[in-house]
């Protein structure tokens, strides 16, 4: 079994916490690597839907180990609500659950700088949800951040708090003094869980222990790489799953995108594909497309071949796993985009220019739909022919292999394409 990185392709929503779900059954631990809890991955075990937003989905399999690493901002009290929500369905965390003791705590002035920014700067208009997570991310890079560490070391703590809070106007005693005494409780509640998640993971990947990296959101909103400023504060792509992690690059020895069988993205910002039509809002019911963490309706559009090869890129994603395949069943046509129109000149690689992006129009393929149901089919051969073109012309368009294709939600809805290197990297 290969360690790989799982990570979404477009926008994020793709179903990665279906993905790494199925994964976890054949590795040991999984590490969540960038993001807050502004993600939200949804997992359907029988007939119940958990809703996971810090913990890795990895905790769902008994006997699996959970790692939080550096690179991901921590709301204590989402965290430790999470914990409780799931040990009262009967998930046992013990010596299961790792913190790194380097990742960042969203405080609560983090929240609040959220809010005034949204209504002050036009953050509105980028779509954040407002959960502290871009300020938290901006007090790390600022040197000012608080870590999970210095939770456990009053002295340090004290000073860290002293000089946040009067950098914005509320260091009043009676204010640090609550904040002071709630987060060190924090920190005594949660520290049986911290770890050098570094050294944790490298003594784990020298003993033999196999693990799957998990990204969170997805590599068009990557603050380097994704549509900027319509992006997360974090690095969503592979690359992040190495500085939140502490691993170095040679640990890695696959990477595995999540694509969606069309395009969704949730917030503002540019989207070539987007139907904003009957079509789009058919997709939008047929697909359940409404946000797991804040429950706003996602934006749907075609798939976009020129935004999948562009994260492909990036990544180095040599295998993919494409999600909702069984929300086209209704399709009478369905198209591809191939590239984009701008200016009379056609684009065949995703632009840097978010201006450009903004003024560029689809180029399409049209497909025949197949107009039958394909729900929880789980082998290729069982699929109509029209559904198969579909996936060949996207591996064409691509020119990456479908390793897994969802037919559904639940675990058992799921096509694994034999002799593919995610199989190899499986060893099934």
Not at 126 to 148: N, Q
């Amino acid at each position: 079994m290969a360690n790989i990185v799982v990570l979404g392709v477009q926008w994020g929503d793709e179903g990665k916490g279906k993905i790494v779900d199925l994964i976890s059954e054949h590795v040991d631990i999984v590490a969540r690597y960038q993001g807050g809890h502004n993600a939200g991955h949804t997992v359907i075990i029988d007939d119940q839907r958990v809703v996971l937003h810090l913990i890795p989905t990895g905790i769902l399999r008994s006997g699996k180990k959970c790692v939080i690493g550096n690179g991901v901002v921590i709301d204590i009290p989402a965290l430790m609500q999470e914990v409780n929500d799931l040990e009262k369905s009967g998930v046992n965390f013990e010596k299961r659950l790792f913190i790194s003791d380097r990742a960042h705590v969203i405080m609560p002035y983090h929240c609040r700088a959220d809010q005034a920014d949204k209504q002050a700067s036009g953050l509105q208009h980028i779509g954040t949800t407002c959960r502290g997570i871009g300020p938290a991310y901006t007090d790390k890079m600022a040197r000012l951040g608080i870590k999970i560490g210095d939770l456990l070391d009053e002295e340090l703590f004290a000073e860290k708090l002293k000089i946040n809070l009067e950098n914005r106007g509320l260091n009043q005693p009676k204010h640090f003094k609550q904040v002071f005494s709630q987060y060190i409780e924090y920190g005594r509640k949660i520290k049986p869980y911290i770890v050098d998640v570094s050294y944790y993971l490298n003594q784990a990947l020298d003993s033999g222990e196999r693990v799957l990296f998990e990204g969170a959101q997805g590599t068009m909103l990557d603050v380097d790489h994704g549509t900027y400023p319509y992006v997360t504060s974090s690095n969503a792509t592979a690359g992040g799953a190495c500085t939140g992690l502490g691993v170095g690059p040679t640990r890695i020895e696959g990477v595995l995108g999540v694509v969606k069988a069309y395009t969704t993205r949730v917030g503002n910002g540019p989207f070539p594909t987007e139907l904003d039509d009957a079509m789009g809002e058919e997709l939008r019911l047929l697909g359940d497309e409404y946000g797991a963490t804040t429950g706003r309706p996602r934006r749907c559009g075609w798939f976009d071949a020129l935004v999948v090869k562009h994260a492909l890129r990036i990544n180095g994603v040599e295998s993919l796993a494409l999600t909702k395949l069984d929300v086209l069943d209704k399709c009478r046509q369905i198209k591809l985009c191939v590239g984009y129109e701008w200016r009379n000149v056609r684009l065949t690689q995703f632009p840097a220019n978010i201006s450009t992006v903004q003024q560029c129009k689809p180029i399409y393929e049209e497909l025949p739909g197949w107009l039958t149901d394909t729900r929880g089919i789980s082998s290729l051969e069982a699929l109509p022919a029209a559904t198969r073109k579909y996936l060949d012309r996207i591996q064409e368009l691509t020119g990456v292999e479908l390793g897994l294709i969802s037919t559904g939600p639940r675990r058992e809805e799921t096509i694994i394409n034999k002799n593919t290197k995610f199989t190899n990297w499986l060893n099934i």
